[in-house]
């Protein structure tokens, strides 16, 4: 149980286009969702929190504009980079929780701006 | 606000060996505690966690950690590392929000095992 998947696994995008990466509980309803980002050999920095229904939360020095995100249902979330640049490549990880539990993870989606 | 430190960059093994990557904390109220492993270009799977009682938590492939109040730390341990533990190992605490816990990571230790 506890599974969250992420799609694609893989983008390569040019620069100034969009890109849109989907989250999904797909054994529980996920009441939180939260975004991550990991540069190559670093840690998981965490860029947003998003409750379903509510606004995102997002963590200080991440653009709201550039990367939006979206709850819409209690199983799917998703984060869109808007106008990517080759500094926004990167490996985004997204968690899903229900209530005060662990945080189950995706498997990531590589994002790569040409 | 919380921060984790994992003073150990790379830790090299020998299969068979036992284990210990270190992990520090600072938090200002009783700690939410992981261990995450990470294998390459993959997701995070948790090892273990610690919210309260035993300070010894057992966890997964063998896979355990203490949890010490007053060294602020939560070391990971195991008594013999196979060749499949080789991967990116996160500590991390979870800090109470808005209805879930928020996660603060360490910058990981990466484990090698030689044959």
């Known amino acids: 149980g506890a599974v969250v998947s992420q799609h694609p696994s893989r983008v390569i995008c040019k620069s100034g286009t969009s890109v849109k990466i989907e989250c999904r509980s797909l054994d529980f309803q996920a009441t939180t969702m939260f975004w991550y980002r990991q540069f190559p050999k670093q840690s998981l920095m965490l860029m947003a929190t998003s409750n379903e229904g509510s606004k995102a939360t997002y963590e200080q020095g991440v653009e709201k504009d550039k990367f939006l995100i979206n709850h819409a249902s209690l199983t799917l979330s998703t984060l869109t980079v808007t106008s990517a640049h080759p500094e926004d490549s990167s490996f985004y990880i997204c968690?899903?929780?229900?209530?005060?539990?662990?945080?189950?993870f995706g498997p990531g989606t590589r994002l790569t701006v040409l | 606000a919380q921060s984790v430190t994992q003073p150990d960059i790379h830790i090299t093994v020998s299969e068979g060996a036992s284990l210990e990557l270190r992990c520090n904390y600072s938090y200002g109220a009783t700690p939410y505690l992981f261990w995450y492993v990470q294998s390459p270009g993959q997701g995070l799977q948790l090892l273990l966690k610690?919210?309260?009682?035993?300070?010894l938590v057992q966890g997964i492939k063998g896979f355990e950690a203490e949890f010490k109040r007053s060294q602020s730390s939560f070391n990971l341990r195991k008594p013999s590392v196979h060749w499949s533990d080789a991967a990116e190992y996160f500590c991390?605490?979870?800090?109470?929000?808005?209805?879930?816990?928020?996660?603060?990571f360490g910058k990981g230790t990466k484990l090698s095992v030689i044959p």
């Open positions: 991390a605490v979870g800090a109470s929000g808005a209805g879930s816990y928020q996660l603060t």
């Open positions: 610690y919210f309260s009682g035993d300070t």
């Open positions: 968690s899903a929780t229900y209530g005060y539990n662990e945080q189950f």
